[in-house]
């Protein structure tokens, strides 16, 4: 009886669906993303599904990320979620560290990190961020990533739609959640994780920041909401289009 009631999870066959086909596999080119081809370009689109579903972020938290909030070189390599010039974050408690998955790290993503240094670039994904509009982390990730995905592979919805309603982006978090329950995982590193207050018996334990050591179980079990996906050699943005804005008139 609850307003709204609860919000419906991704199916994991469904969610690894979604992270699929020419953006991973091979596509036409930058701005033919999701037409088969022979080139895969790392950026947001590539990474930032993956991230999401391997952070179990609010989707702004990894789309607005800046590098120095990356710790590739630490023992534990790992993302520190916090405020910066470019976004804040939802609550207190949203500010937490999270390891980076090691299915990232297989995917190259670390060498992706430390190639944005190089180029002198302060975001990981410059192309999520609009200076002259107000268009958050959050709207462009879904306008640029997750809705052209979705209707890619699922033109008639998911498996989970009902009605006119269907799963969206925080559905994903929805999953990453019945996740981590269902392996009954410990319920105050689940919450931090999430960016929630620890509740429950396990809250006093977690008054201060859980180890990364602690927290890297979680991360690693992420990976099986993804498919398989074949590693490919780094290839970026061409310079010029590693900033917001696209070609303008008719794709090729």
Request: aromatic share 10%; hydrophobic share 40%.
């Amino acid at each position: 009886g609850r307003k709204g009631g609860k919000r419906l999870p991704w199916a994991e066959a469904d969610l690894r669906t979604l992270v699929s086909g020419p953006v991973w596999a091979g596509c036409k080119g930058l701005w033919n993303r999701l037409a088969p081809g022979d080139v895969v370009i790392h950026d947001g689109m590539y990474w930032g599904l993956p991230l999401v579903v391997c952070t179990g972020g609010r989707s702004e938290e990894p789309a607005g990320l800046m590098l120095v909030d990356i710790f590739e070189d630490a023992p534990v390599p790992y993302i520190h979620f916090r405020d910066n010039p470019y976004r804040l974050l939802k609550n207190g408690q949203s500010d937490r560290k999270v390891p980076i998955s090691p299915a990232l790290i297989r995917l190259g993503f670390l060498d992706h990190v430390r190639a944005m240094r190089e180029l002198g670039h302060e975001l990981l994904f410059p192309e999520f961020y609009n200076p002259k509009a107000s268009m958050s982390f959050d709207h462009v990730f879904y306008d640029k990533v997750f809705e052209p995905l979705r209707d890619f592979h699922f033109p008639n919805g998911t498996s989970q739609k009902r009605g006119r309603k269907d799963v969206d982006v925080h559905s994903i978090r929805t999953r990453v959640a019945s996740f981590w329950r269902d392996r009954k995982f410990d319920p105050g590193l689940r919450q931090y994780l999430l960016g929630h207050v620890p509740d429950g018996e396990t809250a006093a334990s977690y008054e201060e920041e859980p180890g990364l050591d602690l927290l890297l179980p979680l991360v690693t079990a992420l990976g099986d909401l993804l498919p398989e996906l074949p590693v490919i050699p780094l290839r970026l943005r061409p310079a010029e289009w590693q900033k917001f804005g696209s070609i303008r008139g008719r794709r090729a």
